[in-house]
């Protein structure tokens, strides 16, 4: 496609209130939620920077360290259906503040385990507590944003994951190395538990004083902007089918996108507890711990501009398909190297496609539920399929731990994620998915796009 410079344009006045409100909603209400979520993943993965001391102190082996750190996804996956049909009935205000302070408070809490039970039930109730979080700010932004700008504002928010992933073992890591041991009576690793987990419950308040359950309700639009945007909002919705939500947990639409996300979480989720040790035993266990996490930490930094680049792309074609599955591709190439290269430059490159690959997919996947879901139908859809795909961070890094057990190296478990990376990614090419206007990414389709 060719790059030629045109003329400005004038904007049409509603051009124009299109990128004051849209401006305007997004500046008030996307950093926060993505705060939030940088505190939810920064919960849910600091056991990990934890466990340097913390399995020792509570004579942890690595299988029950590992049963503890997934067994967050069985709180996570039995409460995430419940908990969206919930910020259905009492409002994203109350409903989305309530899951940052209570996670807050059980991720704090966690400070005071005393064992393998303790802290398998701890790991339940954070699972329990996050529940509904992302699939709930997905529905909300269906409440607020047009069509064409809800990729690129999810993507916005999912930055959170990634700058959790960039600083947070970092952060951690510092935390417990400038906390004196058994200071105060406390541990380092109990220490970090606290620190990361009090601000949580003040993000948690500031969610109940700023947020707004509905356009119409927010004091900070005016009655022009208001009128504009819930018209357009009306205008761009499919008509709307009555009856039970829960139905929609029996349509093959959810069930294909549930298999799909799952696929992916099952790849992600190895990236994130094995990045470390694939790094470390590639450059043959000469790394330090600290130049371990520095390295760890630039995938998640490519994937933070990536992903970005990727959902405005898929915002300005109206093109969901496709940006969802081409990055299940990429990831899939990138496993694919990781596993097939003994050269750590090779692996590493191997393993940021991974990762950028697997970040990439959500801002456009989470826009499919909604051309074909409707009213509280969204809301139920996108919480099962995030709950199921959820179930990929549990089964996938176990399954890559017995692999990587039973045959001495992580290219068996390289293979099969590989494989239902590829799987996750060409079903969503299904028929079944495709727009009844075109959608197929194609030559023609992009420069008409691109040309509007």
């Not at 004051?20 to 950093?31: C, E, G, N, Q």
């Amino acid at each position: 496609m060719a790059f030629t410079s045109r003329p400005p344009t004038a904007l049409t006045p509603d051009q124009r209130m299109h990128r004051t409100v849209t401006r305007k909603i997004a500046w008030r209400i996307v950093p926060l939620l993505g705060i939030a979520y940088f505190m939810a993943n920064l919960e849910r993965a600091n056991l990990g920077i934890a466990s340097l001391s913390m399995n020792e102190s509570l004579g942890l082996t690595a299988a029950t360290y590992g049963l503890a750190a997934g067994l967050y996804f069985v709180g996570y996956f039995v409460f995430e259906v419940p908990s969206n049909m919930a910020l259905t009935r009492f409002g994203a205000r109350k409903w989305l503040a309530r899951i940052a302070i209570t996670w807050g408070l059980v991720a704090t809490a966690t400070c005071f385990v005393q064992g393998p039970v303790s802290l398998n039930l701890m790991r339940i109730l954070l699972g329990i507590a996050e529940a509904g979080l992302f699939p709930g700010v997905v529905f909300y932004f269906t409440l607020w944003f047009l069509p064409r700008d809800r990729a690129k504002m999810l993507a916005f928010f999912v930055i959170g994951s990634s700058l959790s992933g960039m600083i947070g073992p970092p952060v951690s890591g510092a935390i417990m190395s400038a906390w004196p041991h058994a200071l105060f009576g406390l541990e380092d690793w109990r220490a970090l538990f606290i620190a990361e987990g009090l601000p949580s419950i003040v993000v948690g308040l500031v969610i109940w004083k700023v947020l707004v359950d509905r356009p119409d309700k927010a004091r900070w639009l005016s009655a022009e902007q208001k009128t504009w945007l819930t018209t357009e909002l009306a205008r761009h919705e499919a008509p709307s089918r009555h009856g039970n939500p829960l139905r929609c947990l029996a349509n093959p639409k959810v069930l294909i996108l549930s298999f799909s996300y799952f696929a992916k979480n099952c790849g992600g989720y190895v990236l994130v507890f094995f990045m470390p040790q694939i790094i470390k035993s590639i450059n043959g266990d000469h790394l330090s711990t600290l130049a371990v996490s520095l390295l760890s930490a630039i995938p998640a930094a490519v994937t933070l501009v990536v992903s970005l680049l990727w959902a405005a792309h898929s915002d300005r074609l109206q093109e969901r398909r496709w940006h969802a599955a081409i990055p299940m591709f990429v990831a899939t190439a990138g496993v694919v190297l990781a596993a097939a290269s003994s050269d750590p430059i090779l692996t590493m490159i191997g393993l940021i496609l991974a990762t950028a690959g697997v970040g990439s997919v959500g801002s456009s996947f989470f826009q499919l539920p909604s051309s074909f879901l409707t009213g509280p139908m969204v809301a139920v859809g996108i919480a099962a399929i995030n709950a199921i795909g959820n179930l990929g961070g549990f089964v996938g890094p176990y399954a890559f731990g017995v692999l990587e057990k039973s045959t001495g190296s992580f290219f068996a478990g390289n293979a099969l994620l590989a494989a239902l990376l590829a799987v996750g990614g060409m079903v969503i090419l299904l028929p079944m998915f495709r727009r009844r206007t075109s959608d197929m990414f194609d030559s023609a389709t992009i420069q008409a796009k691109a040309a509007e």
